[in-house]
């Protein structure tokens, strides 16, 4: 099986600009949930969707949105970009909800100047 | 504020040698994960231990989880080269029967350096 996918895997973009995102789950997945990796707070939990619903969310500011369609595919969206949105952001998907094993892609490194 | 919290920070070992990381964190949990990240990529599952286990082993890894004291521990036996990462526990909470207000959070990391 193919594992998860992300896309871009680098982007550089200017503060104030939005970001849009792309994860495509391993095969048979329903379940992906984003989390953003930067060396001051490590690993943070930014959402999870299941059957194209926000079933759970970290403590991310609004600017932060998702969504899902029907094929399990995720995007996330970061808008009016800040210097400090500046991170790794990993999707991962597993095949149920919950607190199971995680499946990781290999990230999208944003940089925002 | 992180839940799991490893230790050490950084660690650095001849290869051949033994590994072991700790884990502590602070609220009762359903189960914890330990995975891997090679140099700033994706994170790689390494295993899961449920809250009701005291040991479990996988390949050369061996992790022991103590509910009493709240830690876990990760052994790597034999170490190579190629272990050479970042390791994380990871803290699953599930707050109720049904599951659908449940938690998994990450700690900051060891960094395992093997030199060959």
């Known amino acids: 099986k193919a594992g998860v996918t992300q896309t871009p895997r680098y982007l550089i973009k200017t503060r104030g600009q939005q970001v849009t995102l792309s994860c495509s789950p391993i095969s048979g997945h329903r379940s992906v949930s984003w989390y953003q990796q930067t060396p001051g707070q490590g690993l943070q939990f930014l959402f999870e969707?299941?059957?194209?619903?926000?079933?759970n969310k970290g403590n991310f500011p609004g600017r932060f949105s998702g969504r899902q369609f029907s094929n399990s595919r995720s995007e996330m969206n970061v808008s009016t970009l800040e210097l400090g949105d500046s991170a790794l952001y990993l999707c991962?998907?597993?095949?149920?909800?919950?607190?199971?094993?995680?499946?990781f892609g290999p990230g999208t490194r944003l940089t925002v100047t | 504020s992180q839940q799991g919290e490893e230790d050490p920070q950084a660690l650095s070992i001849q290869e051949g040698e033994n590994a072991t990381m700790n884990c502590s964190y602070k609220?009762?949990?359903?189960?914890l994960q330990w995975y891997r990240q090679n140099s700033g990529r994706g994170l790689v599952h390494l295993i899961l231990i449920r809250s009701n286990e005291r040991e479990k082993h996988s390949g050369r890894l061996r992790v022991t989880l103590d509910t009493s004291k709240k830690s876990s521990s990760l052994l790597i036996t034999a170490s190579r080269a190629a272990d050479t990462a970042s390791y994380f526990c990871a803290t699953g909470e599930q707050r109720n029967s049904g599951g659908s207000n449940y938690k998994l959070t990450f700690g900051k990391g060891t960094l395992l350096t093997v030199n060959p």
């Open positions: 609220t009762s949990i359903n189960n």
């Open positions: 969707y299941f059957s194209e619903t926000q079933r």
């Open positions: 991962a998907s597993s095949l149920f909800r919950g607190i199971g094993e995680q499946y």
